[in-house]
């Protein structure tokens, strides 16, 4: 089938080491010291302390 049709032969082949590679590779990567990125902060700390009124951007 290599030679008669290659392009499916070769999807084919790809396609399957997919699902292997999903189940070795994690592994692998943590023994090489791989970490996952820190979070992405999703809210904005808000200070901890009284709010000043906003003064000057009065419309006229």
Do not use: C
Request: aromatic residues 8%.
């Amino acid at each position: 089938m290599a030679h008669e049709q290659p392009v499916i032969f070769y999807s084919l082949a790809i396609g399957s080491v997919g699902p292997l590679m999903a189940l070795v590779v994690p592994p692998i990567r943590k023994s090489m010291g791989w970490r996952p990125a820190e979070r992405v902060p999703t809210t904005y700390p808000v200070p901890n302390r009284p709010r000043k009124a906003v003064v000057g951007y009065e419309d006229p």
